[in-house]
């Protein structure tokens, strides 16, 4: 099946990367040497239309698919991944306006886009470990309405959230829980941004503490007990913006590493002469778009509703092993230029590290397609 882009999208993918191009590099580096969030970029990227845009008009957004907005999400990353990440400021959203009733999307919505609000999505328990079964992190009903306690870990967006989305266990029946829409400002909540990471530095990350606090039951999610069905349902849509967000952080390595090679000069000429050099540019272009291309098919099935499980896990496998052979060379190819701090290669590689932190969860699913397989 072949896939191409429209004219529509096209466009999306150069006026993302104009804007990108433009904002991000002033500020790139001191985002990530002093671990800050680019506000700034981020209002003016909400200006814009860019962030939120997958959410319906009628809520705000610019009816874009899961592809498109995936588009200015992969140029971003191609531009810088620290700063790319202004648009997962609304990330939770996809699940709310899935499963959300009229009266929380026209509650929590509209302000995504606008940037008049921020919605953070805590699904990893405090346990040292990234395990998304709420064991700790418990909901109690209490005079009409529920009372959270407990602990998550590497919530993106924790101190600046407005809202976030909590997947909890139900305190009486241990194989039930729900996703809370818990208010940030409530009594009880407390977010710690976690400092010194490797990688992603300009983006707020932090651990969340939960003492008692109360969340109304109309701000549930989805019917009762069915937190784990949702989750599965986001952690779909998160594996889509991974691979759009490696293939982005990948076609920009590789696009460095053309470019030095034209300017960089041993023995009198270029590097790009050189025939080994030649070959590690030609294969890293060959597995991008590999990869691309599984891309562009897992995103099909998923916005048309098709069987897109297996096409989504096989993407996200790969890629992975893209960006790893990708960034590897990349260093390879700038020599000790690559590995230092003056230069953008170092802090890609450093960001390449973020979309393989949830490596545990791909090792499963790709023993789950070898069994289907072998069947």
Known sequence: MEFELSDFEIDIMKAASEFANKEFPPISKDCDNEERFPIDVWRKACGLGFVGSFIKSEYGGNDLNTLQYC????????????????????????????????????????????GK??????????????????????????????????GKNFVINGTLSDFILVLCRDSVRDDSSNILIVDTSKKGFKADKLKNKLGIRATDIARVDLNGVEVQVEDRLGEDGNGLEILKHFLDVAKIYECAQGLGLAGGAMNRSISYSKSRRQFNRPIKSFQA????????????????SLFYR???????????????????????????????????????????????IERFYRDSQFIRLFNEQTTIERAKLGELLTA
């Open 71 to 114: 588009l200015i999400l992969r140029e971003f990353w191609k531009v810088d991944p620290g700063c790319g990440n202004v648009l997962l400021t609304t990330l939770g959203a996809e699940i709310i306006e899935k499963y959300g009733t009229i009266e929380q999307k026209s509650r929590y919505l509209p302000g995504l886009p606008k």
């Open 117 to 150: 609000s921020i919605i953070g999505i805590a699904m990893f328990e405090d346990n040292g470990n990234l395990e998304i079964v709420p064991r700790k992190t418990t909901a109690e009903m209490k005079g009409g309405c529920y009372v959270v306690s407990g």
């Open 277 to 292: 050099i030649q070959q590690k540019i030609a294969d890293m272009y060959i597995k991008l778009h590999a990869a691309e």
């Open 298 to 344: 897992s995103c099909h099935y998923f916005d048309r509703g098709a069987d897109y499980k297996n096409w989504i896990t096989i993407t996200n496998i790969f890629t992975r092993e893209v960006i790893s052979y990708i960034l590897y060379e990349t260093v390879q190819i700038h020599g000790g230029y690559g590995y230092v701090k003056e230069d953008d």
